[in-house]
């Protein structure tokens, strides 16, 4: 029997050291897949109360110093919470109200990681809301810090609580934060430093 040399040959087996070192090359591959898969998912968590914040991992800005900078040319005075420790300032920033005035925010993240944004103003209330994005209409007063704050809430959203401070600022606080850790920001502002309008500063 002779054979055609032009005819196809059947591949040549490889070596068992050359499958070897592909075979440990793939499985080195497969494993860092799952390793970086595995360690994504281990990053994430499931809160069933709604979105927490790790407070290590979260951007801090320095809310008094902040402050003191947005006072220089506020025509209103501004106050700088007096919060215990675990708290922390994560964004500041100053802007228009509607229908007229200027609205300084300060972002803060609470111990428990929930967060909480306190609005201090010379607009109205009505227009502060409608610059926040809380509903028109009231549902409520609680008292805090020695203040009644007149609660707006939507079902099923976060409410919107506003008061008047002793000083005449309108004050507003919105947030996923519990009702106790509302109260400590409205505590902590009540007592916090005064810092006068720039026309009133040395």
């Known amino acids: 029997m002779s054979t055609d040399p032009s005819s ?12 070897r070192v592909r075979d440990m090359l793939g499985a080195l591959v497969i494993l860092l897949v799952i390793a ?16 927490t914040v790790d407070p290590d991992s979260a951007p801090q ?4 110093a902040q402050l003191t900078e947005f006072a220089k040319s506020s025509v209103f005075p ?37 967060y909480l944004r306190l609005v201090q103003s ?11 994005g809380g509903p028109p209409a ?4 609680v008292e805090a810090g020695g203040l009644q704050w007149v609660v707006y809430q ?10 008047t401070s002793p000083d005449g600022v309108r004050w507003l606080v ?20 005064l810092l006068p309008p720039g026309a009133e500063q040395n």
């Open 8 to 19: 196809p040959q059947p591949p040549s087996k490889p070596s068992r050291g050359s499958l």
């Open 36 to 51: 970086l898969v595995g360690g994504g998912v281990r990053s994430c968590s499931f809160s069933p109360g709604g979105p």
């Open 61 to 64: 800005v320095d809310a008094p």
């Open 78 to 114: 501004l106050r700088v919470p007096a919060l215990p420790e675990g708290w922390r300032a994560n964004s500041t920033d100053r802007g228009p109200v509607a229908e007229g005035g200027t609205a300084v925010r300060v972002g803060y993240l609470a111990p428990s990681g929930r």
């Open 122 to 132: 010379d607009g109205s209330e009505e227009g502060l809301l409608a610059t926040e």
């Open 138 to 141: 009231g549902t409520g007063v």
């Open 154 to 163: 939507a079902e099923g959203s976060e409410p919107f609580r506003v008061t």
């Open 174 to 193: 919105t947030g996923s934060a519990a009702d106790d850790e509302f109260r400590t920001l409205a505590d902590a502002a009540a007592a916090g430093q």
